[in-house]
């Protein structure tokens, strides 16, 4: 009987990636105890989160489990489902609180958006891939047009930070295919070139967030608070914190947002600098070791599609941590792992599982 037990554990474990997997709990474990305090010890709450914890898990544990070769074969079908649903959206969504981001398909209302955070490195990781042999700059000008049609749709909704994070992802597959410096340059001097143009292009509430950054006083109990608190949250926390359940800015109801966009404020402001130190080494930990699958996988769609997921889960943190720092404007990106929330939790967890899969399965396709 032992034996079959650990046949059948060997078999569910094997295409885990140990380092990268106990890193991972020990964020969401860090997750939950920030969100018990954030939450003012409310056990519905991180009940609940931990039931997102095992849902994304077992997303994860599913993808680990794909070879790379079936999502090669599904990259493309993906994308393209993806964008039909982002033009229903555009066409057919719900408007709640002034966006249109969700699709009511009977049951129960989906945000295609989300598909397009895996979906838009899948497609174009396939498109490379498909062109290897001979790659060329309009290979890259073809995948920037893929990139820019979802990416619009979604700033039309208008959802900025998801919008922000799928950029990202596909300007990476972009870079490690090999997009020359010069052209990052010359894209970036136009970038810069037409910034009045998108200014005069964002929304109002867009204009004001940046604003907001420039000088969060201006308005200091309504767009600038945010910006406010979180910072003072942040300095007030010190060198070693004012210790887990005991912060004022947190319980005394003055962070807004606290369990979700805001976290990292509740959590710098409980356990300090030091503490802010020990979850940065946790997140390079996970980046760091996301790299060396990168560096490791064996043929150009696995290393560009692990290479974006990595530097996307980079992006998110950066992103999340200069937003409530006051360093960045306020969009809407959580902490990941360590916000409350399941759709952005299980995403994650899904390019994760799909890295794992890239890393245990690299001797297998060599062969």
Not at 303 to 323: E, S
Not at 331 to 353: D, E, M, Q, R
Request: hydrophobic share 55%; net charge positive.
């Amino acid at each position: 009987m032992s034996t079959v037990i650990r046949r059948i554990g060997g078999y569910a474990t094997r295409h885990l990636d140990g380092p990268l997997l106990g890193m991972l709990a020990v964020l969401m474990l860090t997750g939950l105890l920030v969100l018990y305090s954030a939450s003012s010890a409310s056990v519905p709450r991180v009940s609940g989160q931990f039931i997102n914890m095992l849902v994304a898990l077992a997303v994860m544990w599913v993808f680990a489990n794909v070879p790379p070769h079936y999502l090669l074969r599904l990259a493309f079908p993906v994308y393209f489902v993806g964008v039909a649903l982002l033009l229903a959206v555009a066409l057919f969504g719900e408007v709640i609180q002034g966006a249109r981001r969700w699709l009511d398909v009977g049951v129960t209302r989906i945000q295609p958006s989300e598909l397009m955070k895996i979906g838009v490195p899948l497609a174009l990781a396939w498109y490379f891939e498909r062109h290897e042999a001979a790659l060329k700059l309009r290979n890259h000008a073809v995948a920037a047009v893929m990139l820019l049609v979802p990416v619009a749709l979604i700033l039309r909704q208008p959802d900025l930070g998801t919008a922000v994070l799928i950029a990202g992802s596909g300007f990476f597959v972009l870079f490690l295919a090999g997009l020359s410096w010069r052209v990052i340059a010359g894209l970036a001097a136009a970038a810069l070139a037409s910034l009045p143009l998108a200014w005069s292009a964002l929304h109002d509430y867009q204009r004001q967030r940046v604003l907001t950054l420039l000088d969060p006083m201006q308005d200091p109990l309504g767009a600038g608070y945010h910006t406010i608190q979180s910072t003072i949250a942040v300095g007030s926390g010190g060198l070693f914190g004012k210790g887990w359940m005991n912060g004022t800015q947190t319980h005394l109801d003055f962070i807004p947002e606290r369990t979700t966009d805001f976290v990292f404020a509740v959590y710098s402001e409980e356990f300090g600098l030091f503490g802010n130190l020990v979850l940065l080494a946790l997140f390079l930990f996970v980046i760091s070791r996301g790299l060396v699958i990168t560096a490791n996988a064996p043929t150009l769609f696995t290393r560009l599609l692990a290479g974006a997921i990595t530097l996307t889960f980079f992006t998110y943190a950066f992103v999340n941590m200069g937003m409530v720092s006051g360093v960045l404007p306020v969009v809407g990106v959580p902490l990941p792992l360590i916000s409350y929330g399941g759709t952005s939790l299980v995403s994650i967890c899904l390019g994760f599982g799909i890295l794992m899969s890239i890393a245990t399965r690299k001797k297998l396709v060599q062969t």
